[in-house]
């Protein structure tokens, strides 16, 4: 068996914001097995990007690990002081390819400067060495090496999409994080960098945390699926089968909401209602309210994530 | 743009603006300044502008505050206003005149006695000036060893017309009575030949040449005030008495007997008669070299200053968000025109010209011809940031739907783009407050304001005439200097407070 | 078949760049980005028609002059067979917008974040004069609140945007467009920036009002998917020209343009079996500018079947491939 690069257990991070504490990130509780593609998916605000944020250490403000542990190869790094954080974790054991890349890069620095500063300034590699290894993972991901003495806005969205990840990837970390990586690019694009990171799964072995709101991407790549809602996991497991038997019904009608472009689909279903406020979330099953099969047992507890088949969970009171 | 639009702005605004330490702080400040500013007359006396151009002749010229006796070896007396009518102790009639007796108790415990004692403010309804009333004024020093009287008869029987200011220090006839008393306690020899009347005694004493020359340059305020006895008990020579040349003053209560003579089918109207101990300090900051109350000045230039400041910048927001709106909106050559204009206003060396504009007025310039220059090179900056601003809120979509619904641009500009800008313009108006005074300030310190406004510029400006600094007269720079300053900091405090609410970038959650 | 309600003849927009200040006095010439240039289509009236391509190639710009927030630099615009390119009071602009509405991408940046709900939907009646009073306007404001199913309309109309969610402020983005009672509506990407659990339901709601209005729509969008969903023809955008337009469904299940196949096979679908295969797709390159638009047929460069002597040269012309499908290649059958 291959053995888990990452392991988030009880993880709790909570925004405390003047009008209350928000729980986007409730007792969630996964492993990423090396090589893996792990999709999360969920509507917007159901605290997805604060998960990816969280994982690197660097919960936005005022946001703060409550409880839980994150371990990357075994190393707790929950509780590590920020230094060491940036030293030896951030970018090094596990980075991130930001959401809206197009913003990630400054523009008034060459493209090598920006990929070779950190290596400089944190790794203390000598400047040609630095360099040579940006123009190795720029010709990585498609880029033409002498992309390192041009500007952002010399290049292309998509091309700005590539060296983000070029960057990601810089170090070899152990676990990437890839926070919407494909929104705001154009389809064939969305589709070249979507093929781009397949590649990279098979070449290096990536093992990758893939964070979307729109589930065909995650269809693309991922090999398992977590369904996030309201600050928790209600379903995860192998993509097909989450795809194919959806057990948890918020899953069901996020896939029955997707338009297909070659199939006829008469009425497409939709969820009523709004997720809920994270601050004061609905007691029992935070989906109960916007659930159409709602029992009285949904309204009073909370249910566990129970295994349905071989490594696929969901947490229903249905099953 | 309507008043719900306004409340609701104002509403929101003040809810996270009421978190602010640092602005509810200066908001408090603010306050009592405009509190300040609107009680002047109550606070003061509504006639300081008046005093301002004339200067008040019965105060002590140059006079520090009363308070520095707190920290000086020798105390100085301070200034006092005595009102007549409190100390009436009876009237008598006899021979067809009517006499008013007034007693006045003055504690005296100072090393430096007051400059003068004035008496002014008696009224008559005398025709002509043989009916004018009489004074008579005695003066009952505290007890001294080894003085034999201790009641000194100051002058007797004066005419007062009406208006008339008497002024003992400078009267010949209180001189010649302090020589005769300080014969009559043996200070020196006088030869009286017996049954001489008090009239004539003065008489005498101007007869005698020696005597003659001491009137003229004695200070009778010390003579009164002052022991004439040593520790010993010994006279001190005449000399050293006349000219303050003894080290001690005398301590104690004096008692000033004031009686007017009046014939009784004149009446005498003494509610306004005031007696002044004009003193060597004055009142809470003292006096500058036209004896005009720096107090007094300090707080009328609050009013002058605010309202100088306030004008200048809300006119000046007004107009700079208005101009950057209309370039904004208008796009195109229109707003390059506009803005060409507006940088080469922006450009102008705006303190060289105001001085030119300054002199062509010849120091006549009004106060709110002041404001509308102040306002002509002041509204530049706030079109520029409302110009970009706009330029931001034009290419909004919901401006685009508005205009998609059919919106005209009279809608457009005031329903969508001139309601955002009211933050703005707040916080805007708050910060050019100080730049507005600090102008007026150093327009009027370099007497380029207006002359007949009291404000602190033209403190400071009084102050630079009269050499202040030079002459250690620090009471007349520190507080009109002290009062700008202040006025900075609590439109700086509300200004960082205003951008921290409503520059979302610095907002904390 | 009917008259169309809209119809566009030879559309173009250019925008000008802005020129140095030595170039123009230079007297080079000024050169422009060609955002539309030489649209036509026709739309009947009750349908759903979409407008599909990639960002900047002239989609929303050909919305926008439909609605009249751009004038076009050349050709007509026809609604119900009146050309409306030449209209210029304010009378007749105001009774042209009352016909024609929009529905913009972004629920977020469309609703002043100052106006409460009632304000929003007020906004339309007091520059169009309906309702005489308050309480008829009130009136009206209610019945649009509940026809997007904003409802209890009196829970809201007190509200500001920020206080609803993203499906509640395009529903009342729709209500704004609706209240004016319009015939034709361009809707563009009004769901892309929602959820997906939101997004069809507020498809749904186009498509109930669309029979119950009887509005016809103009559907821009970069989703296939959706279009396939919602519209009933489709026409693909490429660098400001319709490549390829035909009965929605046809034209997704056989594309003629390689464009549009490149389009198709770029779209992502919910299929995680497939999940280890890098797709194929024929394309190449990246949109070239829309400043100097490539000679011949403008999709030449990116082409992967591009004929040297033919593609780089000769402009293609729309022809009628199929019944109602046209095409704008010259290779179509022929790769």
Known sequence: MTKNVLEVKNLKMYYFTTKGVVKAVDDLTFNLKKGEVMGLAGESGCGKSSLGFTLMGMPTPPGKIVEGSIKIEGREIVGLPDDVLRKEIRWEKISMIFQGAMNALNPVYTVGYQMTEPLIYHKGMGEEEALDRAQRYLELVGLDPEIVYRYPHELSGGMKQRVVIAM????????????????????????????????????????????????????????????????????????????????????QKLLAAIPRLHEDVDRLEFIPGQPPNLIEPPKGCRFHPRCPYVMQVCKEQEPELKEVDKDHYAACWLL | MRWVDLKDSLKSFWSSYRRQKAGMLGLILLLLLIFVAIAAPWLTSPNVPKVWQVGNPLAPRNAPPTWINAFSHYKQSPHEVISLSNY?????????????????????????????????????????????????????????????????????????????????????????????????????????????????????????????????????????????????????????????????????????????????????????????????????????????????????????????????????????????????????????????????????????????????????????????????????????????????????????????????????????????????????????????????????????????????????????????????????????????????????????????????????? | MAEPILKVENLKKYFPLKRGLLDSLRGKPGKFVHAVDGVNFEIYKQQVFALVGESGCGKSTTGRLIVKLLEPTDGRIYLEGQDVTTITTKEEVLAYRRKVQMIFQDPFASLNPRFRIFDVLEEPLLIHGIGETRAEREELIYRALEMVKVTPPEDYISRFPHMLSGGQRQRVAIARALILNPEFIVADEPVSMLDVSIRAEILELMKELKEKMGVTYLYITHDMSTARYFADWMAVMYLGRIVEIGPAKRLIDNPLHPYTRALLAAVPEPKPERRNIIKELPIKGEVPSAVDIPSGCRFHPRCIYAQKGLCDVKQPQLIEYEHNHWAECHLVGKY
Not at chain 2, 400 to 406: P, S
Request: hydrophobic share 45%.
């Open chain 2, 88 to 509: 009436f102790v009876g009237e008598n009639k006899s021979m067809g005149y009517t006499i008013y007796k007034f007693k006045i108790q003055y504690p005296f415990k100072y090393d430096y006695p007051p400059k003068d004692i004035v008496f002014t403010g008696l009224n008559s309804t005398a025709q002509n000036p043989t009916e004018a009333p009489t004074m008579s004024m005695i003066i009952e020093r505290p007890h001294e060893p080894g003085v034999k009287t201790e009641e000194m008869r100051i002058f007797s029987d004066v005419q007062i017309p009406a208006g008339a200011v008497i002024q003992v220090a400078s009267l010949p006839a209180a001189k010649a009575s302090v020589l005769v008393w300080l014969a009559e306690n043996g200070v020196y020899k006088l030869n009286i030949p017996p049954g001489v009347p008090p009239d004539m005694i003065s008489y005498l004493i101007m007869q005698n040449q020696t005597l003659f020359g001491y009137m003229s340059s004695m200070d009778i305020m010390w003579v009164i005030f002052q022991r004439i006895v040593d520790e010993k008990g010994h006279l001190y020579p005449l000399h050293d008495v006349l000219f303050h040349q003894t080290p001690r003053a005398l301590e104690g209560t004096y008692t000033l007997y004031v009686t007017i003579k009046a014939p009784s089918n004149v009446k005498v109207d003494y509610s306004n008669a005031k007696l002044i101990m004009v003193g060597r300090t004055y009142g809470f900051m003292g006096t500058d070299q036209m004896g005009r109350d720096i107090w007094a000045d300090l707080v009328w230039g609050v009013r002058v200053s605010l309202y100088i400041g306030l004008a200048v910048a809300i006119t000046s927001v007004l107009v700079g968000v208005l101009y950057g709106v209309t370039s904004a909106y208008l796009g195109g050559w229109a707003d390059e025109a506009l803005q060409r204009f507006n940088e080469f206003m922006a450009s102008m060396p705006i303190f060289p010209i105001l001085i030119l504009l300054g002199m062509y007025f010849g120091g006549h310039i009004t106060i709110n011809l002041l404001i509308g220059l102040l306002v002509l090179f002041g509204w530049m900056g706030t079109a520029k940031v409302a110009r970009s601003m706009a330029l931001q809120i034009k290419e909004q979509t919901y401006i685009e739907a508005a205009k998609a619904l059919g919106a005209s641009t009279w809608r457009v500009v005031f329903r969508h783009i001139v309601p955002q800008l009211l933050p703005y313009a707040f916080a805007s108006i708050a910060i050019s407050v100080p730049g507005a005074i600090l102008s007026e300030a150093g327009l009027s310190f370099l007497g380029l304001g207006d002359p007949t406004a009291v404000t602190w510029g033209q403190m400071l400006n009084a102050a630079q005439q009269n050499n202040a600094t030079l002459n250690g007269y620090w009471w007349q720079v520190l507080p009109p200097g002290l009062a700008i300053a202040l006025v900075g900091f609590v439109f700086v405090l509300i200004g960082v407070s205003l951008d921290t609410v409503l520059n979302p970038k610095l907002k904390r959650s």
């Open chain 1, 168 to 251: 990601a990837l810089l170090m070899e970390p152990s676990v990437v994080i890839a926070d919407e990586p494909t929104t705001a690019l154009d389809v064939i694009v969305q589709a070249q960098i979507i093929n781009l990171m397949k590649r990279l799964k098979k070449e290096l072995g990536l093992s990758m945390i893939f964070i979307t709101h729109d589930l065909s991407i995650l269809a693309e790549i991922s090999d398992r699926i977590a369904i996030m809602y309201a600050g928790k996991i209600v379903e995860i497991g192998d993509s097909e089968k989450v795809y194919y038997e959806p057990a948890h019904p918020y899953t």
